[in-house]
């Protein structure tokens, strides 16, 4: 530690004091000190002063460890009681203690004194002279008065912040309450939208439900007599009846062939009426494929046009459980289909086996379906415009959709206009496990902006979830998810505000959401993803399900496959 004595003073008399004061205020100037801190030291100084006469006061700078002014106070400190301006100056300095005979003062200085600057310091308190005690009072009046006008500058300063403040603090209150009422408005907006969205999802629910019930009312009361016609054509048909024209057989063989075209159409109703009330229970059994191929080979071969061949192929020896007649009547809607669509060429079927699935496929080619309606094939009622539009409900697809999904499977197409289409039914080899064998899934997240959608998952989900939850959208759906971690998600992927991408790629970036095992739920058709979709948008994807196949065989099928 490197000292460099200033100034030494001897406290004489009262009038010292007054000179120990102005002494300690030039120091401070002399070693660049600001004002305030110039004063600091002056009335520390003065403070102790005036409780030690006769006492020796030396003035020194300190290098290490860093630069400061050291006074030290000794001489006439033992047995005096100097509490009292030891306080005072220690509110004044950065150290004040009292030793065994000294009292010792330290203040930081602005920086290192250079030798130079120490030695004109030296000088210039050499050449000054005492002042009288009238003068250091009048220095120190000047010194209080600068003071006060600085605490009334920084008083008034204070009383403008905190008018600016209180200013603010309205503002941001009346701007709170104005955000407050916003959000409880658009809070009592959601509500309503939410309670509409309940209503027209039950209404919608009604509305199928009386749909299904007009189409089996009206099916079985225009089977009745439709069924009468084509017995009365054929009475009338009958040879051991009384003869008729030649014009007359040919115009009643035209009423038996539209009655029976009639009464295909409204059986066409009938069954899909029967498959959407859940009336058609399936008859689990072991199926021949060999005769089921062998049957339809035989029956629809007649339906083929001149230079279109009916190909099927023999069917593997795989044990399938399952219902035969609703099978036997899938294919045959796509067989039927496919030569209807055929001109030349061929329609073919084949099956193969995938693990624990079986796979049957119908294939043609025919005209192909353009791809703006390949989305609507299997929507109830629709039909293919174009030149090779032909007669029938458009209930075929629907319906064969339907039935695989009571049999536990998924209807799936591919088509290339101009070049044909294939149908390919995915069956599972043995049915699903009864109530007590279902997949326990856990929490369950249902991300779909359809209400109605949601409660069909919900209802096939009952008995294999824990918990549902619900959202509308990608967004408040990844919030869910990162919030409740659910262990299956069942995702829509066209939504407003943010389609199903949005969603599986913010699970990708979450390694906290690694397990979640995420299976897209689709109105479009599942093989035509490729094309709609960038690469690996639909690689956090476990599984792909159409909306139209959504089943509770088929639901626990997936959930027992991704969770095995």
Do not use: C, W
Not at 130 to 148: C, G, K
Not at 214 to 232: C, D, K, M, Q, Y
Request: charge should be negative; aromatic fraction near 2%; charged fraction near 25%.
């Amino acid at each position: 530690m490197t000292s460099n004595p200033l100034l030494r003073l001897v406290l004489h008399d009262d009038h010292a004091v007054f000179v120990l004061r102005q002494r300690g205020r030039e120091v401070a100037a002399a070693l660049g000190m600001e004002h305030q801190d110039q004063v600091r030291v002056a009335t520390a100084l003065s403070e102790i002063g005036r409780q030690v006469p006769g006492a020796v006061v030396s003035f020194t700078t300190e290098e290490t460890p860093r630069p400061r002014l050291v006074i030290v106070v000794s001489g006439a400190v033992v047995g005096t009681d100097v509490s009292e301006g030891v306080a005072a100056a220690a509110r004044l300095m950065d150290e004040v203690r009292v030793e065994d005979e000294r009292i010792v003062l330290a203040r930081r200085l602005p920086g290192q004194p250079s030798p130079q600057r120490l030695a004109a310091a030296r000088e210039a308190l050499a050449a000054s002279a005492p002042t009288t005690a009238l003068d250091e009072l009048s220095v120190q009046n000047r010194q209080l008065v600068a003071a006060l006008e600085q605490v009334q500058a920084h008083r008034d300063e204070l009383l403008q912040l905190n008018a600016e403040l209180e200013e603010t603090n309205r503002g941001v209150m009346a701007l709170y309450t104005q955000l407050s009422e916003e959000l409880e408005q658009t809070n009592q907006g959601v509500v309503a939208l939410y309670a509409e969205l309940d209503e027209r999802s039950a209404l919608l629910r009604e509305a199928n439900e009386a749909k299904s019930r007009f189409l089996a009312n009206v099916s079985h009361e225009l089977r009745a007599p439709v069924t009468a016609i084509i017995g009365l054509a054929r009475l009338l048909l009958d040879p051991r009846s009384e003869p008729l024209t030649a014009d007359q057989t040919h115009q009643l063989q035209l009423v038996q062939g539209s009655a029976g075209d009639l009464l295909d159409r409204v059986n066409d109703l009938l069954d899909l009426a029967k498959a959407e009330a859940g009336r058609i229970e399936p008859n689990l059994g072991p199926v021949d494929l060999a005769a089921v191929f062998g049957q339809l080979r035989g029956t629809l071969r007649p339906l083929a046009r001149p230079g279109v061949e009916l190909e099927v192929d023999e069917p593997p020896a795989a044990e399938l459980v399952s219902d035969e007649v609703l099978l036997t009547q899938i294919l045959r809607n796509l067989l039927t289909n496919a030569l209807k669509f055929t001109e030349r060429g061929s329609v073919g079927m084949a099956a193969r086996v995938d693990g624990d699935r079986l796979l049957l496929a119908v294939a043609d080619t025919g005209v192909g379906i353009p791809f703006a309606e390949q989305r609507r094939v299997f929507e109830e009622f629709h039909q293919v415009r174009g030149a090779h539009q032909t007669g029938g409900t458009g209930l075929g697809l629907p319906y064969a959709r339907r039935l695989a999904g009571l049999l536990g499977g998924t209807l799936t197409m591919v088509s290339e206009p101009g070049e044909g289409s294939t149908f390919t039914v995915s069956l599972p080899l043995r049915p699903a496990e009864p109530e007590g064998g279902l997949p326990s899934a856990g929490r369950v997240l249902l991300v779909d902006d359809d209400p109605a959608a949601r409660h069909l998952l919900r209802q096939a989900l009952a008995g294999m979830a824990g918990e549902v939850a619900e959202a509308a959208d990608a967004r408040s759906g990844l919030a869910i998810a990162v919030r409740e971690r659910p262990d299956v998600i069942f995702l829509d992927l066209r939504m407003p505000g943010g389609d199903g991408t949005e969603l599986l790629a913010g699970l990708r970036d979450r390694p906290e959401l690694e397990q979640v095992v995420v299976v897209v739920v689709t109105g479009a058709d599942p093989a035509a993803f490729p094309a709609q979709f960038p690469a690996g948008a639909l690689d956090r994807a476990a599984a792909v399900v159409a909306k139209a196949d959504v089943s509770r065989a088929v639901i626990a099928d997936v959930l027992r496959r991704l969770l095995r």
